[in-house]
Structures are given as C-alpha cells and as structure tokens.
C-alpha cells in the first residue's frame, strides 16, 4: 500500500485500493485505479490534478454518492467503520456527524424551495433530535461562524435570494452542522471571484484548525494547496502519481508531472521565467497506456517507462510513480524539457 505518512496515533480515515469504474451498456471506463492514503484526525489533504483526473470521484467514493452505474473496489474505512459495505439504510451514519462535503457550486446542494434556516435547522435536528426552536438557534451560531453579515435574516433567505460568496458561506455553515470529523472540500471556492476566493479560503482554514476537522481539499490551485495543506496528493489518470508534505510538493517535486504543474503556475519565485504548459493531452482513460500512465507526455519517456505501471518509489513521507530517481528527474524538468507557453 502506498500511503501519506502517518503519525503513529490510528488515523481518522484510511483508504486502501480504491478503484472506481463507471459501467453501463455502452461504457466501461476505469477513473481511480489504486488510490490509497490515511489522514490523521486534524490533518488537511490536498488533490491537485487536472480535469478529469478522478478527485471528484474519489471524495464522492467517501460519501458513497456516486450513481448505480459506479462500480467500487478497495476499502474505506472513517472513524472505525467500513465505509463501502455499509448498508445503504444506514448511511446517514456517515453523511453529516461523521463526513460532510463542501461542493463546488452550492446551488446543486441547497434546496431552492427551503430557506436557509430551515435547510441547517431541519439537518441538525434529523441527526440531534433537538428542538426546533433549539435547531434554529445553533443555525444562526452557525451563520455568525461562517461569518455571514446579518445572520438573523439571512435565515428567512432563500438560496437564490443570496450572492455567490453568502450561498458558499451558507453551504460551509451546513456542512458543518452536524460537526463533521472529515470535512471534503472539491474546490470549494473556484466558483467565485478572486477577492471572495481569499476570505473563504481563509474563513475555511480558520475552521478547520478551530473545530480540528480533518479535512481533504481539492483544488487546480497550487496557491490555495500552499495556504491549506499540510500533505499533498497529485492525481493523474486516477492514481496518485506524487504523494508528500507541501513543502516536498512545492521545493523537490520528484514526478515529472508535478514539475509540469508547478512550472505552468503563476508564482511570485518563477518571476523571470517563462511559464510552460505541459505538451499533449489528458489521456483516454478508456485506453490507458501498460506501463505509466504519464509516459505520452513525459519528456522522460524511455521504452522502460512503458513496462508496467510503475510503484510509488521514495521514502515514507515523499513518494513517486517515476521509475527515475528524483534528483535525476528534477534535473531533467529543469533542462527545458516543457515547451514554452503558447
Ligand atoms: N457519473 C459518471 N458517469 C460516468 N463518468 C463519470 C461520472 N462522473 C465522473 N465521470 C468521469 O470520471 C472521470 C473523473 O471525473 P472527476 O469528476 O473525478 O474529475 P475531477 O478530477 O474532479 O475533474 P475536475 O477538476 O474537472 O472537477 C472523468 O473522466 C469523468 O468524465
Ligand atoms: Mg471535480
């Protein structure tokens, strides 16, 4: 099993094997192939990846919310309990007191016919059994958390009565009414305009050091991984192809991949360089290549490459799917192997 390194406490969530395929009577496409990682209670989790690559999927896999026609293998397991083989009766277990999950566009997970206070009272009172009027007070604590300006009101909203930024607000605020052990967050903040990205960035790392959730974060923003992450895992193809602390991620990115994605984005230290963007195309994941998955775009790319999907090679805390070493392979990136940006 290939991991994200761990404290020696036993984590809050562990992951083993995961494999998700969408199968149906014309499709049959594999889109996480082997994904494993543990997190520690408090602990926050980056995936960054391009389009496609299967991070929605994979925090969709948590919460089992993906179609019938999702075909799940592996393990999970959060808090204690087997996540994929529990009785579909009884997953409200996990869904709020234990996992609870940040989407992208909060108007998909609102209910546009109930009010704001009704949507957090009505979730809190199904998992607490308290009263109403008990319900509707911890919905407004919870409006004020989130930092919603005149929160009393904003009860009586309906979503679409709210801007961007207050409906994200007043998502996070429901996503946390049940005190959630693990927080996912799929790019909880690309829907909106830059300044209002900062400040609920912010207000969410701010929440998630207060309540000490542990929290997975997925994001295209090598900016945002910086500001929240404490360990980062890079997808590419539905496997993880890099796996370390930020700091690993952003000074020794030892996958050929990762240096693509670093050497694409905006940073205040690549100034004076050109930006490059990583030549070719996603893959077809409905004909993935035998051996790594990376090799049609790698500037590494020898015929060994093609050999087997290589392992994740390193030591416990900085893995790599790269069968180069990683100093070679950041030699390699840094020799102008990505063509300039168009
Ligand atoms: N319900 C579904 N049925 C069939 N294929 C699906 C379904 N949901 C996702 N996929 C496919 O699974 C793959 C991974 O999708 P996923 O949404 O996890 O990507 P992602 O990494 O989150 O991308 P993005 O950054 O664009 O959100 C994609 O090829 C997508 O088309
Ligand atoms: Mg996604």
């Known amino acids: 099993m290939t991991s994200i390194p761990q404290n020696t406490s036993a984590p809050l969530a562990t992951v083993q094997d995961l494999s998700v395929r969408f199968i149906s009577r014309d499709m049959n496409v594999p889109v996480v192939n082997g994904v494993s990682f543990s997190l520690q209670q408090g602990e926050v989790l980056c995936l960054l990846g391009e389009s496609g690559s299967g991070k929605s999927v994979t925090m969709r896999s948590l919460m089992r919310l993906l179609p019938p026609t999702a075909q799940l293998g592996g393990r999970i397991e959060v808090g204690g309990i087997d996540v994929l083989n529990l009785p579909r009766n009884q997953l409200s277990r996990i869904r709020g007191p234990l996992i609870s999950m940040i989407f992208q566009e909060p108007l998909t997970a609102l209910d546009p016919v109930y009010t704001i206070g009704q949507q957090i009272s009505e979730t809190v009172r199904e998992h607490e059994g308290i009263s109403q009027a008990d319900a509707m007070r911890r919905a407004l604590e919870l409006l004020e958390l989130v930092q919603v300006p005149s929160a009393k009101r904003r009860l009586a909203a309906y979503p679409h009565e709210l801007s961007g930024g207050l ?176």
């Open 167 to 342: 409906r994200q607000r007043a998502m996070i605020a429901l996503a946390l009414s049940c005190r959630p052990k693990l927080l996912l967050a799929d790019e909880p903040t690309t829907a909106l305009d830059a300044t209002v990205q900062i400040q609920v960035l912010l207000l969410l790392r701010e929440l998630q050091r207060e309540l000490g959730m542990a929290t997975i974060f997925v994001t295209h923003d090598l900016g945002v991984a910086c500001e929240v992450a404490d360990q980062v895992a890079v997808m590419y193809a539905g496997r993880f192809v890099e796996t370390g602390s930020i700091t690993d991620i952003m000074d020794r990115p030892a996958h050929p991949y990762t240096q693509g994605l670093l050497n694409s984005t905006v940073s205040e230290s690549l100034r004076d360089q050109d930006l490059a963007s990583i030549p070719g195309a996603p893959p077809d994941l409905t004909a993935l290549p035998p051996g790594c998955t990376f090799a049609p775009r790698c500037p590494r790319h020898t015929p060994a490459c093609d050999i087997g999907v290589p392992p994740l090679l390193g030591n416990a805390g900085h893995q790599s799917r790269c069968i180069f070493p990683a100093d070679l392979a950041t030699r390699v990136a840094t020799e102008s192997v990505l063509s300039p940006a168009a």
